[in-house]
T-cell receptor, first 116, second 112 residues
Framework: DTGVSQNPRHKITKRGQNVTFRCDPI?????LYWYRQTLGQGPEFLTY????????KSRLLSDRFSAERPKGSFSTLEIQRTEQGDSAMYLC??????????????FGPGTRLTVT | KQEVTQIPAALSVPEGENLVLNCSFT??????LQWFRQDPGKGLTSLLL?????REQTSGRLNASLDKSSGRSTLYIAASQPGDSATYLC???????????FGTGTRLKVLA
């Protein structure tokens, strides 16, 4: 297993276009997180999945953002009608939950979005 | 509302020094705390995870401590090396939520 992968690594789009990012977690991991990071800031939580269920979503996430994790494997994050303020690094992380333990998060390399 | 603060924002030290990075959080009802490093333009690499019931964790030259009652964690790096240069981030997960709140990080530069 090579870790968490994200595609594409870079995306440049024009304002108003829709974009979709993909995250493939570590295969046995049942937890998946999406974060957004802007320059000089720490990652900001967007949403969380346990298996295929989306259990938590940030209030900062507008209706233009949607995430899915069909079959509890890979996940997609879609941004509709992109705005310049959406320009950021989008990070995916996965971890494994077994019983009361919660193991550490492993991050992917991120997708850098630039909205022109 | 949980807020996470990291001090200092930037640090520059000569190679071989021992150093301490600080992380403070406002709500002590946390489930766990995790330390990460991030190289420029890259994703995050997990360093240490401390559960709320633990006081410290060690990995190689790194030692992280947790004091929930005072809302503080420290990351101790022994015998620093130029390869340790990176941004170090702490993140806390509040009890009853899956959400992790990150600090803004400490930018560390170790000079050869």
């Amino acid at each position: 297993d090579t870790g968490v992968s994200q595609n594409p690594r870079h995306k440049i789009t024009k304002r108003g276009q829709n974009v979709t990012f993909r995250c493939d977690p570590i295969s046995e991991h049942n937890r998946l997180y999406w974060y957004r990071q802007t320059l000089g800031q720490g990652p900001e939580f967007l949403t969380y999945f346990q298996n295929e269920a989306q259990l938590e979503k940030s209030r900062l996430l507008s209706d233009r953002f949607s995430a899915e994790r069909p079959k509890g494997s890979f996940s997609t994050l879609e941004i509709q009608r992109t705005e310049q303020g959406d320009s950021a690094m989008y990070l995916c992380a996965s971890s494994y939950l077994s019983g009361p333990e919660c193991y550490e998060q492993y991050f992917g390399p991120g997708t850098r979005l630039t909205v022109t | 509302k949980q807020e996470v603060t990291q001090i200092p924002a930037a640090l520059s030290v000569p190679e071989g020094e021992n150093l301490v990075l600080n992380c403070s959080f406002t709500d002590s009802a946390i489930y766990n705390l995790q330390w990460f490093r991030q190289d420029p333009g890259k994703g995050l690499t997990s360093l240490l995870l401390i559960q709320s019931s633990q006081r410290e964790q060690t990995s190689g030259r790194l030692n992280a401590s947790l004091d929930k009652s005072s809302g503080r964690s420290t990351l101790y790096i022994a015998a620093s090396q130029p390869g340790d240069s990176a941004t170090y981030l702490c993140a806390v997960r509040r009890s009853g939520t899956y959400k992790y709140i990150f600090g803004t990080g400490t930018r560390l530069k170790v000079l050869a």
